[in-house]
């Protein structure tokens, strides 16, 4: 995905959106798809840990068929867009809307980026690199071209 026009650092991009199903929904059609279709699947899990939300009990976004241009955003382990989990319902930690926002300024035309590991700022500005990991049986190789590439998107 690419905007026509440059981006300042902290402009807002767009949001994630789709279709909010549960994970076992989320876990139903992927099995169903195989590894070979690409997936617009986004969990909702940011407070699972915090707000004592169990696996059973989060939602997840498809955006396959009823998604945004943000689906088409690719990774990168730096990337130039950050998400923040952005909230209109205070009693509700298990829905709530993901937003784009440049991280850094952008120019016109430049593919826009993320991290899907969707790391803290803090662990950002720290800029240690994560230790190399060895890669589990389904684990995912980054294409991203970074310098400081992980290796992996998922060990």
């Not at 990168?76 to 300024?105: G, L, M, W």
């Amino acid at each position: 995905m690419r905007c026509r026009k440059d981006l300042r650092e902290g402009e807002f991009v767009d949001t994630y959106r789709g279709e909010v199903i549960t994970d076992e929904e989320a876990t139903r059609r992927e099995e169903n798809a195989g590894k070979s279709k690409a997936s617009y699947l986004y969990s909702l899990d940011k407070f699972a840990e915090t707000e004592g939300i169990s696996q059973e009990e989060i939602y997840v976004v498809d955006g396959e068929f009823m998604g945004g241009p943000t689906k088409f955003m690719n990774h990168s382990c730096e990337p130039n867009c950050r998400q923040y989990t952005v909230s209109y319902n205070k009693h509700d930690a298990k829905i709530y809307d993901i937003a784009f926002f440049a991280c850094r300024d952008i120019p016109a035309m430049e593919e826009l980026t993320f991290d899907y590991l969707d790391k803290d700022e803090e662990d950002e500005k720290d800029g240690d690199q994560e230790p190399e990991q060895q890669p589990g049986e389904d684990a995912v190789p980054c294409l991203c071209g970074a310098k400081k590439c992980r290796k992996w998107l998922w060990t």
